[in-house]
């Protein structure tokens, strides 16, 4: 069973939502920051820039996320390694 647990109140948040579509798999994911929700129509911006607009009535499922972990640079981690391994 699916459950909607995102609002309109929670644009800002890094949500993940089931979409219906068309084609062979009936169902699809998305997750982003919600940038709006009007008109009946949820607008996401996925991690690489994109922008998804989806219909209120194609959404099957939803819930707010964590923010993305931050990663950590080569470097960074080489001197994590290097405090935690000193030799």
Not at 5 to 30: M, N, Y
């Amino acid at each position: 069973m699916y459950v909607v647990r995102i609002t309109p109140a929670d644009a800002g948040a890094r949500v993940s939502i089931r979409q219906r579509v068309a084609g062979p798999l009936p169902l699809t994911d998305v997750v982003g920051e919600l940038l709006s929700w009007t008109d009946h129509c949820l607008t996401i911006r996925t991690r690489d820039g994109s922008i998804v607009r989806v219909a209120e009535t194609d959404l099957v499922a939803g819930r707010r996320v964590p923010p993305q972990p931050v990663r950590r640079s080569s470097s960074e981690q080489a001197a994590g390694q290097t405090e935690a391994n000193p030799q």
